[in-house]
């Protein structure tokens, strides 16, 4: 039997889903719940199971991430966010039972949420994957740099790999202008990782690669800042073919580039019209020339203070 519970703790939420294993007359029951999560400000994530067998002497847990116990109500470390199938075995003699259930563990709270999102029909791309792994660690820490040790937060692991149902052509083929683009893939982040984070606790940074379809003037990114469902959301629509973490020749990186302007966004900016700012973009008369790209632009000072009321930078 296959069953689905939300449960929220303080501000966090999982899903948790069953199976029970049954053994015939037996006298033994399994069960178990999730009794409490605590705040994820930092891994390991503490969890504490409830057990609630009936006619069992002895127990044997494994937890899906490596660590088995023995214990009756164990207290446990996870490192990583991410759904763990953890298994109680209950035993009186030869008599066993066991449940086992998909335990959700959320995203770290005020934490940038990173996804790679990838359309049915497509498979996942190493150049992206790993130009996401290398490029983001390096644009959480430019925004340090730029702030004076403060940035934002990643989750473990740093990028999520997430697989949608619809193909590239769903996600800006819609009623509508060419924005819904923006709502689509947030809304598909939102459906695919919900038990993973909580409103007002997690922003999203969203790699999408549909650039090609998406931008018919074939650039190697473009992106689209805002909020949905209270979320702080960034979304950079990548060309399959372009690795995040490659410089053009001139020493740039514009899919990063891009990324960090949308984080802007998600943090509450505005376009500048000042060339060497990350958030350049709000047309003329333009000022401060000539256009700097990252690593080389910069956050004005106008723009730290408001980044800096962020609750995701700390």
Known sequence: MIRQLLICFYLSCFILS???EKTSASSVTAKYFVKKIDPVDGYPVKVKFQNASQGATSYLW???????????????????????NVKLLAR???DTNSVTWSVGVPYLKKSIAVLYLIPSGMTLDTGIYNGIIRGVPNLQQWYKNQLGGKTFKLNSPAVDTVHSQHDYEWFYKSPGSGGDIFQNTAAEAYSLTQYKFTQYENAFLI????????????????????????????ILFN??????SSRFSNGFNYALHVSG????????LGHSNN????????GPPYVGGPQLYYPDCILLESQKQVVLQSPFIK
Do not use: R, W
């Open 92 to 94: 009186n003699g030869k």
């Open 261 to 268: 302007h949308e984080l802007g966004h998600a943090f509450g």
């Open 207 to 234: 790699y999408l690669p549909v650039a090609t379809q998406f931008n018919p003037n074939g650039d190697a990114a473009a992106g689209l800042g805002g909020v949905y469902k209270f979320i702080p959301t960034a």
């Open 18 to 20: 069953c199976k029970k």
């Open 275 to 282: 060339l060497q700012s990350i958030m350049a973009s709000g």
């Open 239 to 244: 060309d399959p073919t372009t690795a995040i």
């Open 62 to 84: 494994d937890f899906g991430n490596g660590t088995t116990t023995t214990l009756d109500n164990p207290e446990v470390d996870f490192y990583s966010s991410g759904s763990f």
